[in-house]
């Protein structure tokens, strides 16, 4: 991951571990289920987000790098990990 993006990240995910603590607070304090359940579609989101960061990182970074290579047993590599992370991103 290029050092850009790891600072991106990683801001993001501080992010997402204060809105759990205060999704684990909402819970303590018995608060409105939906509002919970909103909280909860929020960090989800947050998530995703973080996720496509680091899909767009690898593939303009890792998987650019194996085709500029020429390497074709990289290039094969890196697409079928890249279908891989993909698969589960969707699942």
Known sequence: MQAVTRKLVAARLKRIEG???GL???????????????????VR??????????????VSHCVAGAFASGDVVDQRHKVEELVEA???MTR
């Open 24 to 42: 684990l607070r909402m819970v303590e304090e018995d608060r409105y289920c939906v509002d919970t359940l909103t909280q909860i579609n929020a």
């Open 19 to 21: 809105q759990v603590r």
């Open 45 to 58: 989101a947050a998530l995703h987000k973080v996720e496509e960061v680091i899909l767009k990182d690898h």
């Open 86 to 88: 993909v698969g589960r």
